[in-house]
């Protein structure tokens, strides 16, 4: 059982930055790729960025450059750095754990919001 704690949203002006941490713990060496996602109410959840064990990231396309997703494996952490905030990243971000075996993103942690003004 993998566990994830989120922590580092808040409220930034456009043109911030925040950096999101994803905590996690438990059955840690089955994890293959830890990804954060994003959700505003009343829409799909999307992908904002992945990263594999070996540091293999993929970000989606409305990152364009602006955010950085990292590992510190001795911390058990991912990080996700975010620059050059817009009033469109208002959300609730989420971090999820890809497990060795599994096709679906079964482990979430709570989410943390991020909200940006305008």
């Known amino acids: 059982q993998v566990q994830l704690v989120e922590s580092g949203g808040g409220l930034v002006q456009t043109g911030g930055s925040l950096r999101l941490s994803c905590a996690t713990s438990?059955?840690?060496?089955?994890?293959?790729?830890v990804a954060w996602f994003r959700q505003v109410p009343g829409e799909l959840r999307e992908l904002v960025a992945s990263?594999?064990?070996?540091?293999?990231?993929n970000y989606g396309d409305f990152v364009e450059g602006r955010f950085t997703i990292s590992r510190d494996s001795a911390k058990n952490t991912v990080y996700l750095q975010m620059n050059s905030l817009k009033p469109e990243d208002t959300a609730v971000y989420y971090c999820?754990?890809?497990?060795?075996?599994?096709?679906?993103?079964?482990?979430w942690g709570q989410g943390t919001q991020v909200t940006v003004s305008s």
């Open positions: 999820a754990a890809l497990e060795y075996g599994d096709s679906q993103y079964l482990s």
């Open positions: 438990g059955s840690g060496s089955s994890i293959d790729r």
């Open positions: 990263i594999s064990r070996d540091r293999t990231t």
